[in-house]
């Protein structure tokens, strides 16, 4: 098997970087060449990224009714996609990182704010990219335990960031047929419920 390569930013040459777009999220082109791996470097090449910051993720399980919590809100990337699903997507909760707050401290206000839910304990699952080639976006998830009393239809979300969530209560014995569905459709919520199988 060959070894993985030792590499680090240091073997990246940043030539220009433009922006392109600024808004809610912001899109930026990147001239650059980097190192290759016969020792080598590449040419100069233009590459844009999309830079929407950070995110943090939390499944929320309440072991005593055992059963997780989802959301479920509009998205409008599911509905201009146009594949047949519905724009209103089942998700775990998630937000963006503040670069004031510990990822800790945002998964414990985003169960909140989303699901009117308090975590008693915090769990790391994992931290990875969501798309290394195209977004410089790196998500942080989390396992979270709450008591869900109460909660399975509420309503939920704030008004200031135009949310409309209502919380869906789902036993644990269903996740499998749940994600054999199809009904599961983005990454972040996936990778929670198969951790959640093969660990818990």
């Keep these: 098997m060959a070894e993985f390569s030792a590499m680090t930013n ?14 809610f ?16 470097w ?3 090449i ?19 009714q055992d059963c997780i919590l989802l959301v479920e809100q509009f998205r409008l990337g599911v509905a201009i996609a146009d594949k047949g699903d519905s724009p209103w997507a089942l998700e775990i909760v998630a937000g963006m990182l503040d670069k004031d707050k510990p990822s800790e401290d945002v998964a414990r206000m985003e169960a909140q ?7 008693n304990e915090l769990e790391l699952v994992h931290k990875y990219y969501s798309s290394t080639g195209g977004t410089s976006e ?19 979300g704030l008004d200031c960031e ?3 969530i209502r919380v869906h209560l789902i036993p644990t014995s269903n996740i499998r047929s749940l994600l054999s569905s199809g009904k599961i459709n983005n990454a972040m919520t996936l990778m929670a419920l198969q951790w959640f199988l093969l660990n818990k």
């Excluded at 590459?47 to 005593?64: I, N, Q, S, T």
Aim: charged share 30%; proline share 1%.
């Design 10 to 23: 240091m073997d990246v040459e940043i030539v220009e970087k433009t922006q392109g777009y600024k808004g």
């Design 113 to 119: 704010e989303e699901a009117n839910c308090h975590v």
């Design 46 to 64: 233009t590459r844009e990224l999309f830079e929407r910051g950070h995110a943090v993720g939390v499944l929320l399980h309440d072991p005593e």
């Design 162 to 164: 135009s949310e409309d």
């Design 42 to 44: 590449s040419d100069v």
């Design 138 to 156: 790196h998500v942080t998830l989390y396992y979270g335990q709450v008591d869900a009393s109460g909660l399975d239809g509420r309503l939920a």
């Design 25 to 40: 999220f912001t899109l930026n082109s990147y001239k650059l060449r980097h190192r290759l791996f016969d020792g080598g």
